[in-house]
């Protein structure tokens, strides 16, 4: 059975569709990444799987239990770790006594472990906490019972640069482990370090379900470039440039297709800068993801230099 189930799943706020009949499963073992820009509905799906927010249709199950089972959900949930995006701690309680009271609920035998890779400063109340901090705790929080699956929303958010890097190591460490992770971002350079498959929200829908590979493949790399007019000309002819910008001295383009076609036709000119990177989430929702959510990969090619 797969460690979440999500079926048709709808939540609607007043006359507001939040997240509209979704479905997906994640299976066990893998690291799940859940994208999406702000007000997707990510939140919204996250606190539908854990009961804190009674679907208006649909179902889901996690380990098994259904959350319309309050029960079965309050079984589960000894095993699932969880990491909320706003993190609503008691600002004059210490970060001893945050984890204090998670052990004597749930348990806490990776405690010591993981206060070694995240390091919040436990002896002081959360109130003198920076975002960063508190972003730490909740990590060991959700971990330290050594849960099966664990689902976290928007985790490295206000983490430094290193610590993010630390937290994906980890996370892929426990993935090797055998645990479940559920992810939240909106950050698609984020998600493409560590997750095996990606589901991709937009306005409350699933508009993709890819592993990560595919995902990349499809969303190419934007390419810019200073060079001559007529590389510019040039350039726009070949299969796979899409989405051509003209600025100043130079050209930007989407890039799908072969490297080595892309690279012969650069070498016949004079280029005085180039600088390739992944095309921003927008780009790839856009240039992949129709309105009805079906992938564009005939998508007409512009040549409009
Ligand atoms: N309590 C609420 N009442 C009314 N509308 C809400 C409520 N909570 C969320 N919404 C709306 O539901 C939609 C989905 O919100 P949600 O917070 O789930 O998105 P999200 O993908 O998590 O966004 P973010 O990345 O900004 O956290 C948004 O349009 C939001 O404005």
Redesign the pocket.
């Known amino acids: 059975m797969a460690t979440i189930e999500v079926d048709s799943l709808t939540k609607d706020?007043?006359s507001?569709r939040?997240v509209d009949a979704i479905s997906f499963t994640v299976e066990s073992g893998e690291i799940f990444g859940f994208l999406?820009p702000?007000?997707?509905?990510?939140?919204?799906t996250i606190r539908s799987l854990l009961g804190l927010l009674e679907p208006t249709a649909g179902s889901a199950t996690v380990l098994g239990a259904d959350v319309h089972d309050e029960g079965a959900l309050i079984e589960a949930k000894r095993r699932i770790g969880y990491l909320p995006?706003n993190l609503g701690f008691d600002e004059e309680a210490t970060g001893e006594d945050v984890l204090d009271y998670h052990e004597s609920v749930k348990g806490g035998s990776r405690r010591d472990e993981l206060l070694e890779i995240f390091t919040p400063p436990v002896e002081r109340p959360i109130r003198e906490y920076s975002t960063g901090n508190k972003r730490m705790l909740g990590i060991v929080q959700a971990f330290m019972h050594d849960p099966e699956l664990v689902i976290m929303d928007?985790p490295t958010s206000g983490l430094d640069p290193l610590k993010q890097e630390e937290f994906n190591e980890f996370v892929r460490n426990e993935r090797d482990r055998g645990k479940t992770l559920f992810f939240?971002s909106?950050v698609l350079s984020e998600v493409r370090r560590v997750c095996d498959r990606v589901g991709i929200?937009r306005e409350?829908e699933l508009v993709g379900l890819e592993d990560i590979e595919t995902l990349l493949r499809q969303g190419g790399k934007r390419v810019q470039l200073q060079t001559t007019d007529e590389a510019r000309a040039a350039l726009t002819e070949i299969d796979g440039v899409i989405d051509v910008q003209a600025f100043a001295e130079g050209i930007q383009f989407i890039y799908t297709g072969e490297y080595n076609a892309l690279l012969r036709e650069l070498a016949t000119h004079d280029v005085r800068e180039i600088d390739i990177s992944e095309p921003p989430l927008e780009d790839i929702f856009m240039h992949y993801y129709g309105a009805d959510g079906a992938a564009e990969s005939d998508r007409e090619v512009r040549s409009d230099v």
């Not at 702000?38 to 919204?44: E, I, R, V």
């Open positions: 706020y007043g507001v939040a999406g702000n007000g997707a509905g990510k939140t919204t995006a928007e939240s909106h929200l409350g």
